[in-house]
C-alpha cells in the first residue's frame, strides 16, 4: 500500500563521545524513507532542500524505490541545519545550533496522484505544517502516524492539539508523554492522550525499548543491548520509518500486527545507532533484519509453564 | 530446598510525591524475607535489629513460616535507621538520613544447622559483612545471589571484588553495572563483570524492568507499567527475594527457569511499589500473584511468524 513520508531533510553535525560528523545527511524525513524502503517501494517522500543539498543523496533515494514528486527544491536557498552533542551516557544531547533556512517557510503540497495515500508518516515539525499535510487528503488515510516533541508542547500546544484529532499513532517518549497529558503513570497518561485523538500510543523509551498502547491492550518491545552505539541521532525516526512501512507492506493494522511492526521499527533503530548518520542503513540486507528481528524475541521470550 | 537472607532490617522515614510515612519497618532482609515467604518455608534470616524492634513485626515473620534463629537482637540499642525523599519522577531519591546504630558491629552468625544452605540471599550490606557469611558455609551452596550499590563501590571497591569471587548472580542497577566494569555498553560490562566472578548479571532497571545476562544468553523482562507508583522503596529487595524464593522453590537453576524466577521477582516489585513500605506484601495471595506474573507475558509476547 502507498506510504507518504513528510518530514526534514537536512545536514547535521553531529558529536558523540565516538567522534565527531559534519554536514552530515540528516532530517527526519530521510531516516524515516530509508528504513521503510526496506518494506515498501510504494513511497512518497514530501520534503523541501535547498540546492546545497546532494543530487547523489536524492539519486540514491530514487534508487531505493522512493517518489520525490513531492519534494521541493528551493534555488538559491540552504537546506535545514542541526548540530548536536551526546552526553556521555548517550541518553541526553544538546541541541548546539538550529538553522532553518527552507524549513522556515515550508508549505508541503501533496502531488495530485498522492491525495488518496494509505498510510502517512508525519515526521516532527511544526503541528501547523503537519496539518497543512492531513488537510490535503481527499479522503482520511487508513493510517495517520505522528512523531512530535517537547518543543512543540512548549512552543505551540494548541495547534498540536488540534492535529492531533486526525492522528491514528502518536510516537513520543515517556518524558514527553507525561508533559502532553499532565499525568505522571504512563497508564494514565495514555488514557488522556487517547482521549486526544490518537488510538495508538508509541512511547519510545531509547535504549530501554518501546511500549504500545491502545485502549486495555498494551505491548512492551524490549531495547536491544549493543556492543557499541556511535550515534542516536534518527533512532526515533528509522524506529518510525521501519514501523510504518512495515505496516505498509502486510497492511494490517491489528494489535498483533502493530506488535511485529515495532519489533521491526525497533529492529532498524538498534542498526542505524551503531554508525554515524545514515551509513548503517544504507547497507542492510533483509536477511540482517529478519535475523536482528529475532533477536528481539530471543532475548524477550519465556513461558510460565 | 533451604534459603538463607541476610541483610538489613530497619526503620524507614519515607518520604514520596503521595505523602510521607515515619518509622515504617524496613530494610533489606525484611522485604526479601516477605516476598520470598510467597515461595517457599524453608526461610532463614541472618540479621541485626536493636531492642527497639516490634516483637508483632517478628511475629508476623514467624508466622509467615521464616525463622529466625540468626537473628540477633541486641539489648539497649537501637535499630538500623533510613530516610529518604524520592523526586517527582520517583526514579531518584535522596538520602535525608542513615544512622547505622546495631549495624555499625554487626557480625552475622549462621547457626550451625544452617550452614549448608542451598540459596542464599546477601541483601546490600558492606562487602566484608558479606564476605564473613560465605566464609562461615560448609561447603559452596548451590546458589549465591548478592545485591550491592554505588556506595560500595564508591568506598569499598578492593572488598566488594573479593566478595564477588564467591558469587553466583549479581543483581545491580545499569549504572552500578557501568561503574563496577567502567563500561558503558551493558552488553561489555556484563562480560567484564562475569570475569568478577558471578556467572549471570541481573540489572535492576526499575520502571524499565529487568535483564538476566549469562554469557551469550540474555533475558529482558519488561517493567510493568502501573496506575500509581506509591512508594519504590523496597523494589529491589522484593524483586531479590521472589527471584530467589521461585528458585529456592523450584530448586531447579537453568537459564529458562530464572528467566521464571525474574518474572516473578518483577511481579512481587510491581506489587510492593503499590503501597506505603511492606503493606502491600503482607496481603498478598499467590492468585494474585499468578495473575500478576501472566500480566508480564500479556505484555510482552509477540510472534512474527
Redesign the interface.
Known sequence: MSLISIGTMAFDNVET?FGKAENIIGGACTYISWSASYFTQDLHIVAVVGDDFPQKELDELTARGVNLDGLQIKKGEKSFFWAGKYH???NMRDTLDTQLNVLADFHPVLPPDQRNADYVMLGNLTPSVQLEVINQFIERPKLVVLDTMNFWMDTAMDSLKEVLKHVDVITINDEEARQLSGE?????AATVIQKMGPKYLIIK?GE??A?LISGDE??????L?????FDPTGAGDTFAGGFIGYLAMTDDISF?NM??AI?YGSAMASFCVEKFGLEKLKELTMVQIEAR??EF????D???D
Open positions: 563521545p556521555s551516557n548517550m505522571h503513570s504512563l497508564v494514565k523509551k530501554h525499548g511500549m498494551m505491548f512492551i518491545a524490549p531495547g543491548p549493543l556492543e557499541e552505539v498483533d506488535k511485529r519489533i528481528a529475532r524475541k530471543r532475548i524477550s519465556f513461558n510460565l
